[in-house]
């Protein structure tokens, strides 16, 4: 099946915002850094927490598509 990786990143994206991830966090991790206030000042404090949020629900896509 052909695929593109702009495709892929994008599912990735759709999947991470509806397995619970804020899109400020999603647009970070897709390399694209927002210029809010609240991203600068607030956002940066538990990047640990977000870090093991973000592999759980990584292992979880890899387990859906392992059939």
Do not use: C, W
Request: proline letters at 3%.
């Amino acid at each position: 099946m052909p695929l593109r990786f702009k495709e892929l990143r994008s599912f990735q994206n759709s999947y991470l915002r509806k397995n619970g991830l804020i899109s400020e966090l999603v647009d970070i991790l897709a390399g694209r850094v927002p210029k809010s206030v609240f991203t600068r000042h607030y956002l940066g404090q538990d990047m640990k927490v977000f870090g093991t949020t973000v592999l759980e629900i990584t292992e979880s896509l890899e387990k859906t598509l392992l059939f």
